[in-house]
């Protein structure tokens, strides 16, 4: 059987098991806002109900939308990306929600060389996804540190290597071996597409994601790129 074939397989597949995901997930959030719909007509609470219902109806539009990127086609938008222009700017973007948890954020940019080829936008969500995730498992003053470096590959090649450690939680072992599983999540209200989504577009850029973490001491993401520049 040819690649192409095999990866053609291997997309149905993943999109099998998003199918039968998604469908459970919408069919419990249409139940709750058939519920409370119904309660709209019996009840005067139409403002706080009606905050429930909007919450729902966002919950399912976010998750088709997240499962409509995993399952696209990877992107052939291909331009020269720097890596710690974008790390700033995403940083930029979660300045209150570090202020508001008094957290340290902490810079180590070692890479002299941070251009990759790929796509921006994607690459971008990546970090907002797992700096977002770091910032949620942390109390207040913890301690997020971004850091890169380059180091060579087996090929002779350059790896570009982002870092991105919290001091929050931790994640168990056995988390950990399903943290990139379509659904799977810790979180109250999470879709558990997140992780699933960056790692698909990561591949696409011909890197890997890879977690190592300690229940109490926290996490460290780490992302490998091919290096350009």
Do not use: W
């Amino acid at each position: 059987m040819s690649d192409g074939n095999l990866c053609r397989l291997d997309r149905l597949a993943n999109l099998g098991t998003l199918s039968a995901g998604i469908a459970h997930e919408i069919k419990n959030s249409l139940t709750a806002v058939k519920t409370y719909i119904e309660l709209l007509n019996h009840k005067n609470e139409e403002k706080e109900l009606s905050d429930v219902v909007a919450r729902e109806l966002s919950r399912i539009d976010t998750m088709v939308s997240q499962m409509l990127r995993y399952a696209s086609a990877k992107s052939t938008v291909s331009t020269t990306v720097r890596i710690h222009d974008l790390l700033e700017y995403s940083l930029r973007l979660l300045q209150h929600q570090v202020a508001a948890k008094m957290v340290v954020v902490e810079r180590d940019y070692k890479a002299m060389s941070h251009t990759v080829s790929g796509d921006e936008g994607p690459l971008q969500q990546v970090f907002m996804n797992l700096l977002l995730n770091a910032l949620e498992a942390m109390g207040m003053n913890g301690t997020l540190t971004v850091s890169t470096e380059v180091s060579p590959a087996k090929s002779g090649a350059r790896i570009l290597k982002v870092h991105i450690h919290d001091t929050g939680v931790g994640i168990s072992k056995e988390n950990q071996a399903r943290l990139f599983e379509p659904f799977f999540t810790t979180k109250k209200h999470g879709t558990g597409l997140g992780l699933a989504i960056s790692q698909r577009i990561i591949k696409d850029h011909h890197g890997k994601i890879e977690v190592h973490s300690e229940i109490r001491k926290g996490s460290r993401f780490t992302i490998s790129l091919p290096a350009t520049g």
